[in-house]
DNA sequence: TAACCGTACTTACGATGTAAGCAAAGCATG
DNA sequence: CATGCTTTGCTTACATCGTAAGTACGGTTA
């Protein structure tokens, strides 16, 4: 028996097919899932399309281009701050605690999505003085909130808000791109020969290198952030 | 009276026209003149010829791709530092004052080239435990040495090197963000209408717009350059 | 002169982003 | 039910891209 009735079931979409509809949410998942399993570079909207079973131009009734596309697909990604249980929005345990929570949860962002970190890094924010990895103005009137509500001064609060956009940056662009994140566009299928550099002419690398490869990176992300916080805190007095 | 003899002059090119003659490094320099002008995403092989009085195709006698096009620019920009008479490839006064000297070097490398400096962040180096913003074998080399030479212990002077790249690669990269890099694709002609964003919602970051626009980026630079420095030494004891 | 070679141009192909128009299916009305 | 509007996706078409392959031409050497 068929319902035509005013409201319809939530699988209503195509009849024939059991395609499950396309909205601009699950476009952008699927973008992030293709990035992540390809690489910026791979991804055309033909591809993309392919990927949901629809035409490359059917994507542009929920995305005005290519560009939008990829905003899209880094804000989707950093949204995911906002489920997680880790962060808070509104500080509970004092500002060290705050900062300590959001630097960790960007962090796993960084590491879940090596390939789209590096366009969360890269890409234009919102507003020019949002700054990455943050990019929404949510969460930096959260953080000035945090800030200002510990005692920092909005100077002080504005200057935190930018060495610690900064720190974040360069720590997990560099974490992630260690990560062999491929994180430009070359996807190398040629380990060893002669992507081994020659380092005949650089003894002290040659004896550092196991010690470069070292990934050490979760040890010194906690202790660079330490030390961050020390510093904003001997600024708070 | 036309010389045939066996040594050209250094005119020596096209006889008719007066164009200057391809070559690798002329090349690199277009390139990296082009990308400061419009942007990485207008540059493309045909439009680079076109600069250069050129046909697209002419340039792969010297550049065996586009990407490869991209990291000799890359390269020949970082390589502007050897001609920095500000930087010591060897430590003259100390590794805090070379240090100091390496840092403000790739920051007025940064400032020079805006939109050539996020390909240095994000594009992979030689070596996956080369990092960017140093990027080549020998500047590494010279890094390490500067600082075991210090008295910096090889485990110290790695961890060193990696707390320095993270610094510069997470500031300048903001830096230059800031300048109105315009680091990724799109030239926004639209200042005042919608490009400013609404922010009824967020009255502190309204209060503090002007603060967080400022530019105070050469004092934060130092100043956290600095707390570098000091957390540095004081792993040296 | 002839052979050769490095340089630059021409042509051509497949892939890309996207503008424009079209078709079919859902819903709201008579 | 018939009619029309709206939403959704497909088709076609085009300029532009990176680049493989072949060609023409001038300078050097024999």
Redesign the interface.
Same mark, same amino acid.
């Given at each position: 028996m068929v319902e035509s009735g005013t409201s319809a079931s939530p699988e209503t979409g195509h009849p024939g097919g059991d395609r499950p509809r396309l909205d601009r949410q699950r476009i952008l998942e699927a973008g992030a899932v293709f990035i992540e399993e390809h690489g910026v570079r791979q991804l055309s909207m033909r591809r993309l399309g392919a990927e949901l079973d629809v035409e490359a131009m059917s994507l542009y009734r929920y995305v005005p281009s290519r560009?939008d596309l990829l905003d899209g697909i880094v804000e989707s990604v950093v949204d995911e701050l906002y489920s997680d249980p880790e962060v808070y929005v509104e500080p509970r345990y004092g500002w060290q605690d705050y900062l300590l929570r959001l630097a960790h949860g960007l962090r796993r962002l960084a590491v879940k999505h090596p390939q789209v970190f590096?366009l969360i890094?890269?890409?234009?924010a919102?507003?020019?003085?949002?700054? @990455?990895p943050l990019r929404s !103005?949510?969460w930096?009137?959260s953080f000035? /909130?945090a800030m200002?509500q510990a005692g920092f001064s909005?100077?002080q609060?504005?200057?935190a808000?930018?060495?610690f956009?900064?720190?974040?940056?360069?720590?997990l662009?560099?974490e992630v791109?260690?990560l062999?994140a491929?994180?430009?566009?070359?996807e190398d299928p040629d380990p060893s020969p002669s992507r081994?550099?020659d380092?005949t002419?650089? @003894?002290?690398?040659q004896? !550092?290198?196991d010690?470069?490869?070292?990934d /050490?990176s979760k040890q010194?992300f906690d202790a660079?952030l330490d030390?961050l916080l020390d510093?904003l805190d001997s600024q708070l007095t």
């Open positions: 560009e590096p890094a890269t890409r234009p919102e507003a020019p003085w949002v700054r @990455p !103005l949510r930096v009137e000035l /909130r200002t909005n100077e609060a504005v200057e808000y930018r060495a956009s900064s720190f974040l940056i360069g720590n662009l560099l791109a260690a062999g491929d994180i430009g566009p070359v081994q550099a380092l002419d650089y @003894p002290l690398l004896e !550092l290198q010690l470069l490869s070292e /050490r010194e660079a030390a510093r």
